[in-house]
């Protein structure tokens, strides 16, 4: 199984936990889909060869538990629009549709990074159980 693989550099990570906590990862920006909030992308600068990773939204969805409101206020006073400028990370305090969206930003931003000496010797013994 594989979470996700760098087209740059071809890092690849097993599972979503290695990749929040991979010090080489930062979280930079959002491409939202109106559409589709689940659709959007957040995205990543890959410090080790300089690339941007792209993942969907809808595979960070389950990190918020809290209200998802049905009315969109995208381009309304009660607009911060947040949304409409992709490397605003901030949260969104409008009680909008895209607000959870906002949230899961700010769970992914703040995520724990591990050293990366940590995250080899995680990444042998991930690699030695499915030999």
């Known amino acids: 199984m594989l979470f996700k693989e760098c087209t740059c550099c071809n890092r ?67 607009c911060n629009a947040h949304c409409l400028h992709q490397n605003d990370l901030e949260p969104c305090p409008a009680l909008c549709e895209c607000a959870y969206v906002r949230e899961i930003l700010q769970v992914v931003r703040n995520w724990p990074k591990t050293s990366i000496q940590s995250m080899e010797t995680t990444r042998t013994v991930q690699i030695g159980n499915l030999l």
């Open 12 to 78: 690849r990570w097993l599972t979503r936990l290695e990749f929040l906590t991979d010090p080489n990862l930062k979280l930079v920006g959002y491409q939202v889909n109106f559409e589709v909030l689940e659709l959007g992308y957040f995205l990543f600068n890959h410090d080790s060869c300089g690339s941007t990773i792209a993942i969907h939204a809808d595979l960070f969805q389950d990190l918020y538990n809290g209200p998802v409101f049905k009315v969109r206020k995208t381009h309304t006073n009660d």
